[in-house]
């Protein structure tokens, strides 16, 4: 099971770090991801990090700005934002799967994620 946390009311430009913990499994043995809904659309894939941490991808929203990382000792991921803007408001969610090959520079899908955490929701106002 995935817990994410650590969303709330923040202003632009100001930094926020969710955080997913992972009960039941190893979190080492899985590739990372997370996801975003914003109102009215569909979740995308803003980033991830694979099974080895030797891959990561950022949607180019986001990229230079969010960064992802895992803490084993904690079975924790965390996702970092940085220099938020109004246009990141959206539901977050963090996935996990244990495939090898998952989290590639062509981009994540919802699909290829087979655990979820439950959402957290992150409004960024002007």
Known sequence: QLQASGGGLVQSGDSL???CAASGSDLAAYAVGWFRQAPGKEREGIGCVSRDNKRQYFADSVNGRFTISKENAKNTMYLQM???NTEDTAVYYCA???NPLRCTSGGIKRREFRYWGQGT???VSS
């Open 17 to 19: 770090r969710l955080s």
């Open 82 to 84: 940085n220099s938020l």
């Open 96 to 98: 996990a799967d244990p």
């Open 121 to 123: 929701q992150v409004t």
